[in-house]
């Protein structure tokens, strides 16, 4: 008989978002609460600036046998 395993996927453990042309950052632990937040801000700044963003983001996922 094969074993079950269980997946539990939980939010995101980090989600940094990080400016390639000057110091714009925005990440979940700092001012933003979701990464609905982050990306709002990051929109706002491309938008904004032209620049160009890129974020960062991790996952956690547990996986135990049931």
Do not use: P
Not at 15 to 24: I, L, P, V
Not at 39 to 51: E, F, I, N, P, Q
């Amino acid at each position: 008989m094969k074993n079950k395993v269980n997946v539990e996927k939980s939010g995101y453990v980090h989600y940094y978002a990080q400016c390639a042309d000057c110091d714009f950052c925005a990440a979940i632990q700092t001012q933003y609460r979701t990464a609905k937040d982050v990306l709002r801000a990051v929109r706002k700044h491309v938008r904004d600036t032209g620049h160009r963003v890129t974020i960062e983001a991790g996952k956690i996922t547990h996986y135990e046998r049931g």
